[in-house]
């Protein structure tokens, strides 16, 4: 009796843990499954694709041949003698381009901006979450609940305002403003979670260690260089990681900012126009997401430990 | 106020502290100075400038012509605007409902012993980190008509719904599928944070339960909720600001569906243009946000 019931409870048990593993993995071997199939197969709902296609990666990391048969015909167009000079401009411009998707031109505007822009947020983070942890000064307590509050602030609220400044400063209109100005705010939107995050670390750092060093001759600023910030090594690396997937992730504001400009489009809203823009597209859709889940899962599982611990602390956004 | 922490007691100490202090304060303005910068002109202006535009009529020129409360009036006459706040609600009950419900329920499983839990412990957080961009489609293709697996279940091979169905391009059925999305999306995290204070819970206190001969049930009830009440709280509040603050996820999965943050942004970006109604509406949405945000930092964040 009693060893029929455990066993029936560890059958409900490991159930419930499949199907919540299940449930969790389900979607992105959906993805990584119709990335890889066929178009003939893709109604196969199988998971496992009776063949391995990787002609949809070729395509969106632009190893692909380009198209004979339109290069041909657009040379027949070319070859009319009456078209004149202008008109032939006008068409050997329009198929200059022989990618429109260029996808790892993309993944580099996103890399760029996340990792830029994280450099920068720490950077700042580290001296303020130090002085704000460990000093004493007019205008600190304003200034720790003035973080939390922008931490839990979301993007939709300053969209309008943004847009205003960013117009009245003549930012928005040329390559190099907008640059500037999306920097920025990939900027402002980690800020808040590092100084959080590092805050919450620094004042957890016997202070007896810092004496120590103040008692050796060094400053307050070597104590942070040489003290402060290789022991917390752990946490920057963690605090990096979460800075890097929300610039990563960000689509509200670059959908804002950089449609306007072909080139400098990142990632999200890229994928997001190409789903849009031709039918029966799901092979490459999927590549395009799998290639942009690649480097997230890389990071996330070279630090998992990290990562959890930065989790469970309640340090997390989103 | 002083700072007693690491103060010395004798009257000689307290002198120099202080003198120590008045240097220490340069410095940290300095410290905090480029941070600060930030966090001003990017977040605390623009959220004043906010107030400051939603009494205005805004050309596409950027023009400005002063209206008073008209943007106030023409919102709250607007019947789209009241359907996107009643749209925010039923996502918002369903969103934290489920994410928290599911929560609860990992938290409690992954508590328990079995082969291989460090392993799930950490697979489980996936869906979290994952990029929204990378796996709104793969949800698409789940319900998509043509292709997608829960058509072949439901429609082709059950027969219980009819085969043209769409579940996200349907307006009726797409908050499922969002409802569905945010759970998966967000469940790790409160799973995490209720994990971690499910771990710390005394072993005695069940050891006693037991002996009194409370029963699963009553052991959950009487023991683990009482000791869960306040993180259990935490995370509903933190998940409610975060969802009605929430747009990628819904603009991208299934942007028919409204809500508040959707109804601003395509005011401010979309169609007919009108980024003074955009402000006025993001404002009525950071106060809600703002009540929040205050109750979490004033009773239960002790920072």
């Not at chain 1, 890889?36 to 969106?60: F, M, Q």
């Not at chain 1, 859709?285 to 309640?314: E, R």
Request: overall charge positive; proline content about 4%; aromatic content about 14%.
């Amino acid at each position: 009796m009693n060893s029929s019931k455990k066993i029936i409870s560890q059958i409900l048990l490991y159930t419930a843990v499949i199907a919540i593993v299940a449930f969790c993995l389900f979607p992105f071997l959906q993805m990584v499954s119709v990335s890889v199939k066929d178009i003939h197969d893709r109604a196969n709902p199988s998971l496992i694709p009776k063949e391995i296609h990787l002609d949809a990666y070729k395509e969106i990391l632009g190893f692909a041949e380009v198209d004979e048969a339109q290069s041909a015909s657009i040379q027949n167009i070319l070859k009319n003698p009456n078209l004149i000079d202008a008109q032939r401009d006008a068409i050997l411009k329009k198929y200059e381009n022989k990618n429109p998707f260029p996808f790892p031109r993309f993944m580099l505007n996103s890399f760029i901006f996340a990792t830029v822009s994280t450099f920068i947020s720490m950077t700042c983070a580290i001296f303020a979450a130090y002085a704000m942890a460990r000093m004493e000064f007019r205008g600190m307590s304003i200034m720790r609940r003035g973080t939390l509050f922008v931490y839990l602030l979301g993007g939709v609220i300053l969209m309008v305002p943004l847009y205003q400044m960013g117009a009245k400063l003549g930012l928005i209109n040329n390559k190099v403003g907008v640059f500037i100005f999306m920097m920025l705010i990939y900027v402002m939107q980690t800020i808040p979670l590092a100084l959080y995050m590092l805050g919450n670390y620094f004042r957890d750092i016997p202070y007896s260690i810092e004496e120590a060093a103040m008692i050796d001759g060094c400053t307050k600023l070597q104590t942070i260089t040489k003290i402060i910030i290789p022991l917390s090594k752990p946490i920057l690396v963690t605090v990096f990681v979460y800075c890097f997937i929300i610039g990563w992730n960000e689509y509200l504001y670059a959908s804002v900012f950089l449609k306007p400009f072909g080139e400098m489009r990142t990632l999200s809203i890229a994928i997001n126009e190409l789903f849009f823009s031709k039918n029966d597209i799901w092979d490459r859709i999927m590549a395009a997401s799998t290639l942009t889940l690649a480097p997230v899962l890389v990071f996330f599982f070279t630090f998992s430990k990290n990562m959890v611990a930065g989790m469970s602390d309640g340090g997390v956004k989103g | 106020m002083l700072n007693t922490t690491s103060v010395g007691t004798t009257n000689k100490s307290k002198t120099k502290k202080l003198v120590v202090k008045y240097k220490d304060e340069k410095l940290a303005w300095a410290l905090v100075g480029p941070a600060v910068f930030i966090v001003t002109a990017l977040i605390a202006y623009p959220t004043l400038l906010n107030i400051y535009l939603s009494f205005f009529d805004i050309g596409l020129d950027g023009s400005r012509t002063f209206v008073g409360l008209a943007n106030y009036q023409n919102l709250l006459s607007n019947p789209s605007y009241f359907s996107s706040i009643w749209t925010t609600i039923i996502y918002l009950i369903g969103s934290v409902g489920g994410t928290t419900l599911l929560g609860l329920g990992t938290a409690l499983l992954m508590n328990m012993e079995f082969k291989f839990r460090a392993i799930v412990r950490t697979i489980i957080i996936v869906p979290y980190f994952a990029p929204v961009i990378s796996v709104v489609f793969g949800w698409k293709f789940i319900f998509d008509p043509v292709n997608g697996i829960f058509n072949y279940i439901f429609a082709d091979t059950l027969g219980i719904i009819n085969p043209s169905t769409n579940l996200i391009g349907d307006p009726n059925t797409a908050m499922w599928v969002l409802i569905l999305f945010s759970i998966w999306k967000y469940f790790p995290i409160t799973y995490l944070i209720i994990l971690a204070r499910l771990q710390i819970v005394d072993k005695a206190l069940y050891e006693a339960a037991s002996l009194d001969g409370a029963n699963a049930w009553q052991r959950f009830r009487y023991v683990t909720l009482p000791e869960i009440e306040f993180v259990l709280g935490t995370t509903i509040l933190l998940r409610t600001i975060w969802n009605l603050n929430r747009f990628e996820d819904i603009y991208l999965l299934a942007p028919q569906i409204k809500t508040l943050s959707i109804f601003t942004y395509e005011q401010a970006f979309t169609g007919v243009i009108d980024q003074g109604l955009a402000a006025s509406a993001s404002f009525v949405q950071l106060i809600f946000v703002g009540v929040g945000i205050v109750y979490y930092i004033k009773k239960i964040l002790k920072w």
